[in-house]
């Protein structure tokens, strides 16, 4: 399976975003997928993961309440819906698969490419 993040830009405290990940391949429904973030100088982190079902979803504590996880197994895609965004969101957002949800970057085996999502005024 391959990735591709995108939806990534600026918006300011408060508002909103929404970011794809979408999946060439036809095994996708079988994967895991997380959410994981990357700010300059700061190590990668967990932000929310899925089952490949869709069934259970994990999130960080820092986006409890304010991210969405989702998938579209027909679509291919998952979506993390960003809502109250702040400035300390801000990072390279990445999406990563794998044979189930861990907040260890180390247990997924294929990433996409990352979209920068900045919260600013």
């Known amino acids: 399976v391959q990735l591709q993040a995108f939806g990534g830009g600026l918006v300011q405290p408060g508002g909103s975003l929404r970011l794809s990940c979408a999946a060439s391949g036809r095994t996708f429904s079988s994967y895991a997928v997380g959410w994981f973030r990357q700010a300059p100088g700061k190590e990668r982190e967990f932000v929310a993961g899925?089952?490949?079902?869709?069934?259970?979803?994990n999130y960080a504590d820092s986006v409890k309440g304010r991210f969405t996880i989702a998938r579209d197994n027909r679509e291919n895609t998952v979506y993390l819906q960003m809502n109250s965004l702040k400035p300390e969101d801000t990072a390279v957002y990445y999406c990563a698969a794998g044979p189930y949800v861990s907040a260890w970057p180390s247990q997924y085996g294929t990433w996409g490419q990352g979209t920068q999502v900045t919260v600013s005024s």
């Open positions: 899925t089952r490949w079902s869709g069934s259970t979803t």
